[in-house]
């Protein structure tokens, strides 16, 4: 359980495909018109896909082994809950201090994201508060 949300960890995967498939992800996805990739969201060992083109978004949950992906973001169930916290503690709020603590990884062409980098820190974060007990 952590203490910060009062979810359990083996919720924080489901928390944030329910963020994902809210009627607020599909909106925010119409920020970026623009932009085309794949994204693989990891939390502990259950990963996610997000498909964006062209301001469409589709999520799939199972997807296969060797599945193609741009770039993805790693990290610990425990990291991502801190991070969704309704006030993150110093050093929690943002995935570049969470990589910087060794909680959060970013692997491939990170072009996309760095390019579309807000954008990125608002989807991931549709979670901040939800999980509150």
């Known amino acids: 359980?952590?203490?910060?949300?009062?979810?359990?960890?083996?919720?924080?995967?489901?928390?944030?495909?329910?963020?994902?498939?809210?009627?607020?992800?599909?909106?925010?996805?119409?920020?970026?018109?623009?932009?085309?990739?794949r994204v693989a969201v990891g939390v502990d060992d259950a990963v996610t896909l997000l498909e964006f083109h062209e301001g469409r978004l589709e999520m799939r949950e199972r997807i296969p082994l060797l599945c193609p992906w741009d770039f993805a973001i790693r990290g610990k169930a425990a990291a991502w809950l801190a991070y969704w916290a309704?006030?993150?503690?110093?050093?929690?709020?943002?995935?570049?201090?969470?990589?910087?603590?060794?909680?959060?990884?970013?692997e491939g062409d990170l072009r996309p994201f760095m390019a579309h980098l807000q954008f990125f820190k608002d989807l991931l974060a549709l979670p901040r508060g939800e999980g509150r007990a």
């Open 86 to 106: 309704p006030v993150p503690e110093p050093g929690f709020h943002d995935l570049f201090a969470l990589s910087k603590r060794g909680l959060m990884s970013f």
């Open 1 to 37: 359980m952590n203490q910060n949300t009062g979810v359990p960890d083996a919720d924080a995967a489901g928390l944030l495909r329910r963020a994902l498939a809210s009627a607020a992800a599909v909106q925010m996805a119409q920020r970026a018109p623009y932009l085309s990739a």
